[in-house]
């Protein structure tokens, strides 16, 4: 792993850091699990947008600037340190997107790409089912063939981003008779507007609704909506899964900014008589950076052509226990009442909580691990 900065790199570095100086809010924008909150970060993906800032790696003609991952690493350390808004486009540009650049045709490319670079469309993940969370191949929902395309029934549910999204995709049943639960599954995406869909907000701890339940009948869904053939959609989903479970959802920057934020905070209200709460802020500087040395391994790795694979779940376990032990570090230094008050640490805390469970719960991911990387035997399921 070679962490030297080359003269280009350092380049991009101060461009970036420039762009993000004379643009980023003066005022954290509200909160993006609120109405007003939403169309306030999409309008901020519109202007990251407008300097091709939005989607860095994605090449130009779908408007981002082509650049390679060491340099979206080094964009997203300069974001976060700047202290720009949370990514309210981060469903589609980080999981969708990477599918569609693998599976969809070009058509789908450029037909879906440009509207969720600029904000325009923004996207929602309809995974969960009310039986099937972390069983993902256990979903009922299905599609059926019609003319020109599938009618959707069913239900999903903790779908984020779906409160005040767009549009959304998942995957269906098109084949009920499937010897595997598996097979047989449609990777697809749908109107959050079209005749047939019920988006009901489900309120967070803190009342904001940052998931919905969607019920889905008979929503008709054009074939040209249909990512990659018709019955590949676990193939497909794995993809997907594997991205959410990397690097692309929570890259280094974010843990670095919010460790040095920590850092400050302890400086100005921290007891140095408290050694213990000063540990874990020093655990918490640590983690930061063996994270982002994990990361920048990985990404040497993935630059020389290998893929990320099943070590994608040694970071999603990794960095979903990270974020809740800084998260409470800094609670615990801002007192009792710090849960409930807004601001820079509660609401990041609350989100953090579900950590262990989205993206694929942490049991299931030490599963893969044992399984896939230390050879196990499989376990009782």
Do not use: C
Not at 34 to 53: M, P, S
């Amino acid at each position: 792993m070679d962490l030297t900065q080359t003269a280009e790199v350092a380049a991009f570095r101060a461009e970036a850091r420039a762009w993000l100086s004379e643009h980023v809010p003066a005022s954290p924008l509200p909160s993006l699990e609120t109405a007003e909150g939403f169309a306030a970060h999409r309008e901020w993906e519109g202007l990251l947008h407008a300097d091709r800032w939005s989607v860095v790696s994605w090449p130009e003609e779908y408007g981002g600037r082509g650049v390679d991952i060491v340099k979206w690493l080094v964009f997203e350390e300069e974001y976060w340190a700047a202290g720009a808004p949370g990514r309210v486009s981060q469903n589609g540009i980080n999981l969708l997107a990477p599918t569609l650049f693998d599976h969809a045709s070009e058509e789908q490319r450029a037909r879906v790409l440009p509207p969720m670079a600029s904000g325009e469309v923004i996207w929602a993940q309809a995974w969960s089912e009310p039986e099937s969370g972390s069983d993902l191949a256990s979903l009922k929902s299905r599609a059926v063939r019609t003319e020109g395309g599938w009618l959707l029934s069913g239900q999903k549910t903790w779908s984020s981003r779906a409160a005040f999204a767009d549009r959304a995709f998942g995957i269906f049943r098109t084949d009920p008779d499937a010897p595997k639960q598996h097979q047989g599954l449609t990777y697809l995406m749908f109107d959050l507007r079209a005749p047939g869909v019920t988006v009901r907000p489900i309120g967070r701890l803190d009342g904001k609704p940052a998931f919905a339940e969607l019920f889905l009948d008979q929503v008709f869904v054009p074939d040209a909506d249909v990512i990659g053939e018709p019955g590949q959609g676990w193939r497909i989903a794995m993809s997907t899964t594997g991205n959410e479970r990397g690097l692309t959802l929570r890259a280094p920057g974010r843990f670095l900014a919010a460790a040095d934020r920590l850092v400050a905070l302890w400086e100005s209200a921290g007891d140095p008589a408290d050694t213990a709460l000063r540990d874990r802020v020093a655990d918490a500087v640590v983690g930061a950076r063996a994270y982002e040395l994990f990361t920048w391994a990985g990404a040497s790795r993935f630059a020389a052509g290998e893929s990320v694979g099943a070590e994608s779940s040694l970071n999603k376990v990794f960095w979903s226990q990270y974020d809740i032990a800084l998260h409470e570090t800094a609670l615990d230094l801002l007192g009792a009442d710090a849960e409930l008050a807004e601001g820079a640490w509660a609401e990041p805390w609350v989100f953090s909580l579900a950590g262990p469970i989205y993206a694929g719960t942490n049991e299931i991911q030490r599963d893969i691990i044992a399984e896939r990387l230390l050879g196990l035997p499989k376990g009782r399921r």
